[in-house]
């Protein structure tokens, strides 16, 4: 399922580059990250460097690093994800796991 997946964005990416579809793209863990958090976190949280969560208590992702050293958040990623009762609780694989870290370091530069 995850090779589906991964296939999935790796296309959609490629597209959205100009590419033509079906055109392979190099693997980048920063945008894979970032589309992960696209699809499973901006109902709630700020995804870019700029910008206001669309839930105020939510911090934007780009702030996690001043609060948390962000690496450590793999294992909570891959185990399972919730920071409150209302939040649903997400799993992501290894690979999606370290793109999201990915994506979360990018705000550090």
């Known amino acids: 399922m995850w090779f589906l997946l991964r296939t999935t964005l790796v296309v959609a990416m490629g ?65 399972g994800l919730t920071a409150h009762p209302d939040m649903p609780e997400f799993e992501f694989d290894p690979e999606q796991a370290a793109a999201i870290i990915a994506y979360l370091k990018s705000f550090e530069h």
């Open 15 to 79: 597209s959205v580059a100009g590419a033509g579809p079906g055109a392979a793209q190099p693997y980048d863990p920063v945008a894979m990250g970032e589309e992960l958090v696209r699809m499973y976190c901006a109902d709630c949280y700020a995804i870019k460097a700029t910008g206001q969560s669309p839930f105020p208590p939510a911090p934007s992702l780009r702030e996690l690093q001043f609060r948390y050293n962000v690496e450590l958040l793999a294992e909570a990623l891959v185990e």
